[in-house]
């Protein structure tokens, strides 16, 4: 069983944008629970019933630390064996979590392949292709129609860190996101690299394509 874990925390928009995608491909079906968690939400943002809310212990902390902290509740508050953590920011391909689950054989550590507007420099193995940053006026028909030209049926070692299919029981055991870490590693780095500590190698998987517009909801106005 895989619980795929979406995090939003002011806007409307992009929760809206996040759980239409959810019913629209059936996350929650078929061996897939799906959650979204409101990490401190602002007061008067309006949640669903399949939203559960996370209280930072120490809500005046910078905000990746409090990031960091929400994912460990996502994943310690899951009863699945396998967590998938994404942000509402993305637009997901058809066939993304299939092609990550493809790759689940115990050893490997499966994440998307990152489309990205490029005002933040994209990482290992992303694609710098900017068709929007707005989640009210996304074009998905034009983000599916790139899909189809940019899918590979293929991995490489390494790449960017989410969306990523994380084993529960291997999260908890290696101490999960590290509170507070803000510094030069990035959170994302120091729990990977206990990851591959344990065993997994961490795989971008080219048939797995997600959209990120990076900071979405810092960025937005509503």
């Not at 409307?12 to 629209?24: H, K, V």
Request: hydrophobic share 35%; with cysteine; aromatic share 12%.
């Amino acid at each position: 069983m895989i619980e795929v874990v979406g995090m939003i925390y002011r806007s409307p928009a992009f929760r809206d944008f996040l759980e239409g995608q959810m019913y629209e491909q059936g996350w929650g079906i078929g061996g897939v629970k799906y959650r979204t968690v409101a990490n401190d939400p602002v007061p008067g943002l309006r949640l669903t019933d399949d939203c559960d809310i996370y209280h930072d212990p120490n809500p005046t902390d910078h905000y990746l630390a409090r990031v960091y902290r929400c994912w460990n509740y996502c994943v310690e508050s899951s009863t699945a064996e396998y967590v998938c953590l994404v942000n509402s920011d993305m637009a997901f391909s058809p066939g993304w979590l299939e092609a990550l689950k493809r790759r689940l054989d115990g050893r490997t550590l499966p994440c998307s392949r990152l489309v990205e507007p490029g005002f933040i420099r994209p990482g290992q193995h992303a694609l710098e292709i900017d068709i929007g940053r707005d989640p009210s006026t996304f074009p998905f028909e034009a983000w599916h129609s790139m899909v189809r030209d940019l899918t590979e049926p293929r991995t490489e070692a390494g790449g960017l860190f989410m969306p990523c299919v994380l084993h529960r029981e291997t999260f908890l055991r290696v101490g999960g996101y590290p509170h507070g870490n803000v510094g030069p590693v990035s959170g994302d780095a120091v729990l990977f690299y206990a990851m591959a500590e344990a065993g997994f190698q961490h795989v971008t998987c080219f048939d797995s394509l997600v959209y990120h517009m990076q900071e979405g909801e810092m960025r937005h106005h509503e």
